[in-house]
T-cell receptor, first 114, second 114 residues
Framework: EAGVTQSPTHLIKTRGQQATLRCSPI?????VYWYQQALGLGLQFLLW???????NRGNFPPRFSGRQFPNYSSELNVNALELEDSALYLC?????????????FGSGTRLTVV | AQTVTQSQPEMSVQEAETVTLSCTYD???????LFWYKQPPSRQMILVIR????KQQNATENRFSVNFQKAAKSFSLKISDSQLGDTAMYFC???????????WGAGTKLIIKP
């Protein structure tokens, strides 16, 4: 079974530009979650998509947005990049049966804003 | 607000020793999950162990076990017979059932020395 895949692995952008990050969940998982892992700040919940709809978002400005496609893959878009957006962005997908409940994470996209 | 606290920024032990990582959390909810995740240098967040709050029995997974004290809101991870491959960041996380949003601690860097 293929895991959660994220692309690109690394991304370097200039302040003010837009970044697009991509995530493919495990086959059969319909939910995708995005987390930001900034240096020294731990992981912060960004967004949750399920069945193509945004179900919840964390305490981030509107310039953080995304979408989920019919095949359940997802994009995270960050507009008007700021230096403090530099972080590791992790995507996860989940399954819901009680015996195996948990989140499977990808290896992340390292976004550097210069 | 729900919070997760990991009071040990870094720990190191000799290979084959036993090590315990601490985690406390704060919530007024009664139904939740607790998780320990491991993040090696590869960056992928890997589920180590999961505990349902409604279960009194402590979860175990091979060399990994937890000491779950619900009244004290404590959830420590014990690693027995530690191995070099256990070297990683370890994160404690909490999720209110139905919220589909993980709240994370700041992490503990664990170094296993040969």
């Amino acid at each position: 079974e293929a895991g959660v895949t994220q692309s690109p692995t690394h991304l370097i952008k200039t302040r003010g530009q837009q970044a697009t990050l991509r995530c493919s969940p495990i086959s059969g998982h319909t939910s995708v979650y995005w987390y930001q892992q900034a240096l020294g700040l731990g992981l912060q919940f960004l967004l949750w998509y399920d069945e193509g709809e945004e179900r919840n978002r964390g305490n981030f400005p509107p310039r953080f947005s995304g979408r989920q496609f019919p095949n359940y893959s997802s994009e995270l878009n960050v507009n008007a990049l700021e230096l403090e957006d530099s972080a590791l962005y992790l995507c996860a997908s989940s399954r819901w049966d009680a015996e195996n409940y948990g989140y499977t994470f990808g290896s992340g996209t390292r976004l550097t804003v210069v | 607000a729900q919070t997760v606290t990991q009071s040990q920024p870094e720990m190191s032990v000799q290979e084959a020793e036993t090590v315990t990582l601490s985690c406390t959390y704060d919530t007024s909810e009664n139904n939740y999950y607790l998780f320990w995740y491991k993040q090696p240098p590869s960056r992928q967040m890997i589920l180590v162990i999961r505990q349902e709050a409604y279960k009194q029995q402590n979860a175990t997974e091979n060399r990994f076990s937890v000491n779950f004290q619900k009244a004290a809101k404590s959830f420590s991870l014990k690693i027995s017979d530690s191995q070099l491959g256990d070297t990683a960041m370890y994160f404690c996380a909490f999720e209110v059932i139905g919220n589909y949003q993980l709240i994370w601690g700041a992490g503990t860097k664990l170094i296993i020395k040969p």
